[in-house]
């Protein structure tokens, strides 16, 4: 049973790689349903999904347990205690009978799983290495974007009026990060500043550096055999870093 769970986590079978697309399908379904119940008060309804997802991802951190070969390693990861702590987010209820607010939004901290599926697709798919660095930037401020809303929404809720629910905060991240700045809603609080503070200056720089790829000249990965260079032109013939020649695989001009 160990070797059948290890090899739906770690293997190369396509049974092992539609199994773990299906859990980051999980991951982001469960941040949506994070993002949706923002906006109505909890429900018999609402609790009972909230208990059906703690244990789906509870059993998931069992079984990752399980197959670990270094479980104190993994207890150091910031992922596994985003974990811990949706787990208990969601199976709140059982003991207390209503959810922990406050402990919603670190759910939505199961983004950080979708590394795990870009590192798979850099090696299941020529498709996304072709286009990786795009990817990848895209998906920085994706993550940061909603982990940063979240943090603002579950700081603000209930304290600040002008904060309803995700989408405002949604929107005063948004604003923030493209330093558009209405004014419609502010965080009068110090912690709330913090933040907006930090969306300033780390989202403006996710921002800009997803500008940066979508515009510069296209490149191709491949290893210079001399210096190792591994961004080309798609058309060179010549490696810019030594002058090695190189051996591109190209399609050619259209």
């Not at 929404?153 to 405002?168: E, L």
């Not at 000249?217 to 798609?234: F, M, N, Q, S, W």
Request: glycine share 4%; proline share 2%.
């Amino acid at each position: 049973m160990k070797a059948l769970v290890a090899e739906l986590y770690s293997g190369s079978s396509d049974r092992a790689v539609n199994f773990r697309y299906a859990l980051v399908a999980f991951d982001l379904i469960t941040v949506i349903f994070v993002i949706v119940t923002s906006f109505f008060e909890p429900s018999t309804l609402v609790l009972a999904l909230d208990l059906t997802f703690g244990a789906v991802i509870l059993a998931d951190f069992i079984a990752r347990g399980w197959i670990e070969d270094q479980r104190l390693r993994a207890l150091l990861r910031f992922t596994t205690w985003a974990d811990i702590a949706a787990i208990i987010s969601f199976l709140a209820p059982i003991v207390t009978g209503q959810a922990l607010a406050f402990l919603r939004v670190l759910r939505t901290l199961r983004l950080l799983r979708s590394y795990e599926l870009l590192s798979r697709l850099r090696h299941d798919s020529k498709w996304f290495r072709e286009r990786e660095d795009i990817i990848l930037a895209v998906t920085n401020l994706i993550v940061f974007l909603f982990i940063m809303t979240g943090l603002i929404y579950a700081s603000q809720v209930n304290i600040n009026d002008q904060i309803n629910n995700y989408a405002d905060a949604f929107y005063f991240t948004v604003t923030t990060l493209t330093t558009t700045g209405f004014g419609d809603i502010t965080l009068n609080t110090t912690w709330g500043r913090m933040l907006a503070v930090a969306v300033m200056i780390f989202g403006v720089s996710l921002f800009l550096q997803m500008l940066q790829v979508l515009f510069r000249p296209p490149k191709v990965r491949h290893e210079c055999p001399t210096c190792g260079l591994i961004l080309h032109d798609a058309d060179a013939v010549h490696c810019k870093h030594c002058g090695e020649t190189l051996h591109i695989q190209t399609e050619g001009a259209i």
